[in-house]
């Protein structure tokens, strides 16, 4: 598994090509901006390895603890952190409702402390019209958070494969159970069968 500095790597040296690409393709600046700010975003800090204690993980700061919950239940490198697209949509909502969570809990405390009158309903209700106002924005952003996502799976994917190459040579470009560990696996669970 690639390191999380040559993650780091991969994203910077990658992001130029990117911002051509986007720029030749859409002609537009902005869309641009806003594609590489979803790649540096998902490729630095909201990243696949947001699963286990990363460079990913640390970078939220004294906000980092939320990922915590996510860590916990997420296995390394599963379906759900790693699979394309659907760990970008995972880390999306999940993000998401800890916003909401939080929203509402420093929303209570202004409330409180400041007594400025703010109803849930009436922030509900701005944040619905900027995302409606906002929407295809939103989505070249999302866009370019699973670009960078998908630099990560790629990176671990390839150097993984380098490695087992090494081994079992082009066998590892399709990575099956072989007879030889299906049998090591079963020899190792049977003394628990017997128990
Ligand atoms: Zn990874």
């Known amino acids: ?12 040296w990658t992001l130029p090509v990117l911002a051509g690409v986007t720029l030749a393709i859409a002609r537009n600046s902005a869309i641009t901006l806003i594609i590489c ?10 990243g696949p390895d947001l699963d286990v204690l990363s460079v990913h993980y640390k970078r939220w700061g004294w906000l980092r603890w939320i990922w915590i919950p996510y860590r916990g239940s997420v ?12 760990g ?30 703010l109803t849930w ?21 999302c866009l370019g958070l699973e670009l960078g996502a998908l630099s990560h799976y790629a990176a671990d994917w390839g150097i993984s494969t380098r490695k087992r190459h090494k081994t079992e040579g082009w066998k590892a470009l399709f990575p099956v159970r072989s007879k030889t560990s299906k049998r090591k696996s079963s020899t190792q669970r049977s003394p628990t069968r017997r128990r």
């Open 1 to 12: 598994m690639p390191s999380g500095r040559t993650h780091d790597r991969i994203t910077l």
């Open 37 to 46: 700010a979803g790649f540096l975003f998902g490729g630095l800090m909201f």
């Open 75 to 86: 296995k390394h490198r599963s379906v759900w952190s790693h699979g394309p697209v659907i």
């Open 88 to 117: 970008t949509t995972v880390r999306v909502i999940y993000l998401s409702v800890w916003l909401t969570v939080l929203g509402l809990l420093g929303l209570t405390l202004v409330n409180e402390v400041l007594r400025v009158g």
């Open 121 to 141: 309903e009436g922030v509900g209700r701005s944040l619905q019209q900027a995302f409606q106002q906002y929407t295809v924005e939103w989505l070249w952003f």
